[in-house]
């Protein structure tokens, strides 16, 4: 097994399913009466491009294990790289047409494992363009799909700038949080879309800070580790920037739980360290 082959199958299969992908959406957005294992209520469109996702992935050569943000348990389907989906992330962004991607972290473990594992992770963004960021190898690619085929737009990114910051969760932060939020908000620009891909794309283009923060009843906030801290993470530290719990690194968090959760901020370094001084789980 070449990993690297196996890694390109990956990106070409997920991107290329991204025609698929929107023209399901349309005709899957009621709510289907089911809750995802983080017991967030299922869109029909979660659950049929998680299926859809798998079948494509699961069929690769070189791939071992399979695990999606919408089901319970690990799929072992072959020897190989294991891989991590949130198959819609920010699906609640259906409805309103606002944005949603798909997150996916290749680990060269078996999951659950620490991001430090990450072979590569990339996402998809269904925006007014599909675009597909893509980090390996210790730099960011982003390409632009086009008639299925990707071309490269954006090559070697790196968060550079300190202009705009967005947190999640704001009904429900510690004190401490909520005041450093008000600081900060006297020097950036606010930006906040309540979609991760979204959200990380936009600091990953014009720099800055994004998180989402531990919040009362979620000390680990909101993020599930597996499909979407560690990948985001890894692409942050990719393109330069920083990825922390506000304790920790992101990527060196113990893994024990298919959806453990994760506090989450990354970005620019000096932004990221300014807003992870704050780190309250209680007020
Ligand atoms: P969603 O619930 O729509 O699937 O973790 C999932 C996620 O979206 C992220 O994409 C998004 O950043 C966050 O949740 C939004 O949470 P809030 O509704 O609390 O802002």
């Known amino acids: 097994m070449d990993k690297e082959k196996v890694i390109d199958s990956i990106i070409e299969d997920v991107a290329k399913s991204a025609p698929e992908i929107r023209s399901g959406m349309e005709s899957r957005r009621d709510y289907s009466g089911d809750s995802n294992p983080s017991d967030e209520e299922e869109l029909e469109a979660d659950i049929w491009a998680n299926q859809f996702l798998k079948d494509k992935i699961t069929s690769i050569d070189g791939v071992g294990q399979y695990a999606s943000e919408e089901e319970q348990e690990v799929t072992d389907c072959g020897q190989g790289l294991s891989v991590a989906i949130d198959p819609l992330d920010g699906s609640s962004n259906i409805p309103t047409n606002n944005m949603v991607g798909t997150i996916v972290g290749i680990y060269s473990e078996e999951l659950p494992c620490k991001g430090v594992h990450l072979e590569a992770a990339f996402y998809v963004l269904y925006g007014p363009l599909t675009t597909v960021a893509v980090a390996r190898d210790g730099t960011v690619n982003e390409y632009v799909l086009s008639n299925r085929e990707l071309h490269l737009s954006h090559e070697e990114i790196s968060i550079e700038d300190k202009n705009i910051y967005g947190f999640g969760g704001n009904k429900d932060w510690f004190q401490d949080f909520r005041e450093m939020e008000h600081e900060i908000s006297k020097k950036y620009k606010l930006r906040y879309g309540g979609s991760l891909v ?24 909101k993020y599930r580790i597996l499909f979407e801290g560690n990948p985001m ?30 506090p989450f901020i990354v970005g620019h370094e000096e932004m990221v360290n300014e807003v992870s001084q704050t780190t309250s789980k209680s007020d």
């Open 198 to 221: 979204g959200d990380f794309n936009q600091m990953l283009h014009h720099g800055g800070v994004f998180g989402y923060p531990a919040k009362k009843g979620y000390e680990n906030g």
């Open 233 to 262: 993470a890894y692409i942050t530290e990719a393109a330069g920037g920083k990825a922390t719990t506000g304790e920790q690194r992101i990527l060196e968090v113990d893994v024990d739980e298919v959806h453990q959760r994760v």
